[in-house]
């Protein structure tokens, strides 16, 4: 659970590369179109309708550097629900204020551009002359293919791509079945009203760089994605939790929130697998961190002002951007 936990707070692009292939949905769905009545004393329609409160109360960090350099720290969850919008006004204000919005990567322009999807896919391609079906269990191929079938989605092209691609797909489809959208994911939404607005976005990584990191996974570690995705599919415990986690988000609680990020395997768990755990938390988690916290300070010694999302687990925790920039003697401020 903490690999799937992950993935959903840290990594922005196969989630949505794997569902999305139309652009992010507004957070707000615009008004229908009615025909005209007649104005009346009694009816009158020249007023505008009311905007819908905003219910949730999401975590926002705000660091301020010497020279006047501002950056906002707002943790993303990759897929969303319609609780999670409008958001607050704290949220908006921080953002309009902001000179520019930084994402982990713009997923929207990639989807326009053919042939950076298409380097990116080959990354994702075996390139030994082998298939899948060579380097996982039969037993978990089995399963995977199984699962694809069910969702319409599978073809013995996939047989060509590298586990981890498969763990996304599968991924994907429990999110989908249960009804979390990625088109309304954090990011995906900050990132459509950017380009409506023409404000300028920034990337704090690259496409290129993600697909080039879940491809340089072990062979025993992508196996292992794998099964956990097959393990949670359908699974109602998965369900409840990533509920939990998507409540947690909404109301802001803090407590909840490090509890997923801060879950520990099982004393039980073997060894060759927690080898495998530690490979994803340093590639996913550690590393990341730093380069992220390195990315703000530049920001933070200059005076631009930057609105920066990232996945939740980039700006929670032990070792995440609002430790790390207190470590670095700056003060970070919760606005909520």
Same mark, same amino acid.
């Given at each position: 659970?903490?690999?799937?936990?992950?993935?959903?707070?840290?990594?922005?692009?196969?989630?949505?590369?794997?569902? @999305?292939?139309?652009?992010?949905?507004?957070?707000?769905?615009?008004?229908?179109?009615?025909?005209?009545?007649?104005?009346?004393?009694?009816?009158?329609?020249?007023?505008?309708?009311?905007?819908?409160?905003?219910?949730?109360?999401?975590?926002?960090?705000?660091?301020?550097?010497?020279?006047?350099?501002?950056?906002?720290?707002?943790?993303?969850?990759?897929?969303?629900?319609?609780?999670?919008?409008?958001?607050?006004?704290?949220?908006?204000?921080?953002?309009?204020?902001?000179?520019?919005?930084?994402?982990? @990567?713009?997923?929207?322009?990639?989807?326009?551009?053919?042939? %950076?999807?298409?380097?990116?896919?080959?990354?994702?391609?075996?390139?030994?002359?082998?298939?899948?079906?060579?380097?996982?269990?039969?037993?978990?191929?089995?399963?995977?293919?199984?699962?694809?079938?069910?969702?319409?989605?599978?073809?013995?092209?996939?047989?060509?791509?590298?586990?981890?691609?498969?763990?996304?797909?599968?991924?994907?489809?429990?999110?989908?079945?249960?009804?979390?959208?990625?088109?309304?994911?954090?990011?995906?939404?900050?990132?459509?009203?950017?380009?409506?607005?023409?404000?300028?976005?920034?990337?704090?990584?690259?496409?290129?760089?993600?697909?080039?990191?879940?491809?340089?996974?072990?062979?025993?570690?992508?196996?292992?994605? %794998?099964?956990?995705?097959?393990?949670?599919?359908?699974?109602?415990?998965?369900?409840?939790?990533?509920?939990?986690?998507?409540?947690?988000?909404?109301?802001?609680?803090?407590?909840?929130?490090?509890?997923?990020?801060?879950?520990?395997?099982?004393?039980?768990?073997?060894?060759?697998?927690?080898?495998?755990?530690?490979?994803?938390?340093?590639?996913?988690?550690?590393?990341?961190?730093?380069?992220?916290?390195?990315?703000?300070?530049?920001?933070?010694?200059?005076?631009?002002?930057?609105?920066? @999302?990232?996945?939740?687990?980039?700006? %929670?925790?032990?070792?995440?951007?609002?430790?790390? %920039?207190?470590?670095?003697?700056?003060?970070?401020?919760?606005?909520?």
């Amino acid at each position: 659970m903490k690999k799937l936990i992950a993935l959903l707070l840290a990594l922005a692009l196969l989630l949505s590369m794997a569902a @999305c292939t139309s652009p992010a949905a507004d957070p707000v769905p615009e008004e229908k179109e009615t025909e005209s009545t007649e104005v009346t004393a009694e009816k009158p329609t020249d007023l505008e309708p009311e905007p819908p409160a905003a219910t949730s109360t999401p975590l926002l960090y705000k660091v301020t550097g010497e020279n006047g350099g501002t950056v906002w720290l707002f943790g993303s969850i990759h897929v969303g629900i319609e609780e999670m919008y409008p958001f607050p006004a704290y949220v908006l204000d921080a953002y309009n204020e902001a000179d520019a919005l930084a994402v982990e @990567c713009d997923v929207i322009a990639l989807q326009k551009d053919m042939a %950076l999807m298409t380097e990116l896919v080959q990354m994702m391609l075996y390139t030994d002359g082998t298939t899948i079906s060579d380097n996982i269990s039969p037993e978990l191929y089995e399963a995977a293919v199984k699962i694809l079938e069910e969702n319409n989605s599978y073809m013995k092209a996939l047989d060509y791509y590298l586990p981890v691609m498969w763990y996304s797909t599968i991924e994907n489809f429990t999110y989908a079945n249960a009804g979390y959208d990625s088109d309304i994911g954090i990011d995906m939404t900050l990132l459509s009203m950017a380009k409506a607005e023409d404000k300028p976005i920034l990337e704090v990584e690259s496409a290129k760089f993600q697909y080039e990191m879940l491809a340089s996974f072990s062979p025993e570690l992508q196996e292992l994605l %794998l099964q956990e995705s097959v393990d949670a599919y359908g699974s109602e415990e998965n369900l409840e939790a990533l509920d939990s986690l998507l409540t947690a988000w909404c109301q802001g609680d803090l407590d909840a929130l490090l509890e997923y990020l801060n879950e520990e395997p099982d004393s039980d768990t073997d060894p060759e697998e927690l080898k495998l755990i530690e490979e994803f938390n340093t590639a996913m988690e550690t590393n990341r961190n730093i380069a992220m916290a390195d990315y703000a300070e530049e920001i933070l010694n200059s005076n631009d002002r930057v609105f920066i @999302c990232v996945g939740m687990a980039h700006i %929670l925790g032990d070792g995440a951007m609002v430790d790390l %920039l207190q470590q670095r003697g700056y003060t970070v401020e919760r606005i909520q």
